[in-house]
C-alpha cells in the first residue's frame, strides 16, 4: 500500500507542513489480514468469570458497556 504525502498550511499560510498518509480502511485491511494476530482479534462480546463464579473484567470486551451496545445495534 503507497503513502501519500501532502502540505498542511497553518497560521493563515505562515507554516507549511509535510504530512504523510495512507488510506485507513487500506491499512485496516491489511491489520485483519495479517495471520500473526487473526486468533486475537475479539469480534463480540464475552462474559468471563473467575474460580469463585464472579464476573472477571479484564478488558473493552468483558466490559458491560459491550454488552449493551451490542444489543442497541441489533
Known amino acids: 500500500m503507497k503513502w501519500d504525502e501532502a502540505v498542511v498550511t497553518h497560521c ?13 480502511l487500506g491499512v485496516l ?3 485483519l489480514d495479517n495471520p500473526l494476530i ?5 469480534w463480540a462480546p464475552r462474559k468471563i468469570y473467575d474460580s469463585n463464579n464472579q464476573r472477571v473484567y479484564t478488558d473493552l470486551y468483558t466490559s458491560d458497556w459491550w454488552w ?6 441489533m
Do not use: S
Request: proline share 4%.
Open 12 to 24: 493563515e499560510g505562515h507554516m507549511n507542513f509535510r504530512v504523510w498518509m495512507r488510506d485507513p
Open 38 to 42: 487473526k486468533d486475537k482479534v475479539v
Open 29 to 31: 485491511q491489511e491489520i
Open 68 to 73: 449493551e451496545t451490542q444489543v442497541l445495534m
